[in-house]
């Protein structure tokens, strides 16, 4: 065989293999696999920094290569990383040194609402939303993880932080009235130990926080049951609710909370 002929040949096979990674069917069913198996996780491109575990370095580069190329492989890629993280999760490994309460945010209605309203008023309803919600996640030592949208993701020190900061985040979202809606949100809460990679975090608890945030009700905050032990007894009143998700735990427990008469949130 000539040099010429090996040549094209080669060429032929990489745009075969470059049109089946980039087809939206196969990347569409490779995706919706992963999400289904292993739940939804966020692989976050743009850390500055990265500690030096191997899985750590392989998730930022898989990273890259979603968003400069994204395509079956890359989907694949993302959940062999996931399976091997739940697996040394499961033994012990791969999670983080401390406990951090992790709280997730998100606006009932708002994309179907955000259709008819228009972007002018998505963006100033967005806008106040924000400046509901992060105040109190800061002045208690929170730190915004990051922004999603109609949501945020946001770690705390102690469960105590991250509950108080939530009543009164839900507390002035409800006074937010734009053009006539008032949006409602929901709250999920879980006292875990996520992986720091850079400014993120990852693993199974954010899993759990953003699939009980999902679960919420409107103006509902509900929290795990591991949250619920860490508070102080009799600081917040807690009804149990039914708590089935993807990606969590099946023993796993939700409680609904609201801040007890007795107790009510101080000001900071």
């Not at 049109?19 to 995706?31: C, I, Q, W």
């Not at 370095?57 to 996931?82: N, S, T």
């Not at 109190?136 to 922004?147: A, Q, W």
């Not at 860490?230 to 917040?236: F, K």
Request: charge should be neutral.
């Amino acid at each position: 065989m000539s040099e010429h002929s090996s040549s094209r040949r080669v060429t032929r096979l990489t745009s075969t293999v470059r049109r089946v990674n980039r087809s939206p069917r196969l990347l569409d069913a490779a995706r919706k696999t992963r999400e289904w198996a292993l739940g939804e996780q966020r692989i976050d491109h743009g850390l500055p920094t990265v500690r030096g575990r191997p899985v750590d370095v392989a998730f930022r580069q898989l990273a890259a290569l979603r968003v400069d190329e994204p395509g079956v492989a890359g989907e694949l890629g993302a959940a062999a990383l996931q399976s091997w993280q739940r697996l040394a999760e499961a033994q012990g490994r791969g999670r983080g040194e401390v406990d951090v309460a992790i709280l997730f945010t998100d606006l009932v209605g708002f994309s179907e609402w955000a259709l008819h309203a228009g972007d002018e008023l998505a963006v100033r309803l967005l806008r106040e939303v924000g400046e509901a919600i992060e105040p109190p996640i800061l002045t208690r030592g929170g730190e915004v993880v990051k922004r999603l949208g109609d949501g945020l993701m946001a770690v705390f020190r102690d469960a105590r932080s991250a509950t108080e900061a939530a009543f009164e985040a839900s507390e002035r979202v409800a006074l937010v009235n734009v053009d006539g809606h008032r949006p409602q949100l929901r709250t999920g809460i879980h006292l875990g130990r996520p992986r720091k990679v850079g400014r993120d975090y990852l693993g199974v608890d954010v899993n759990i926080a953003a699939r009980l945030a999902e679960s919420a009700q409107p103006e509902e905050i509900l929290v795990s049951d591991r949250t619920l032990l860490a508070l102080r007894p009799g600081s917040v009143d807690s009804a149990p609710r039914d708590f089935q998700a993807r990606g969590a735990p099946a023993d796993l427990t939700a409680h609904a909370v609201s801040p007890c008469p007795a107790h009510s949130v101080p000001d900071v």
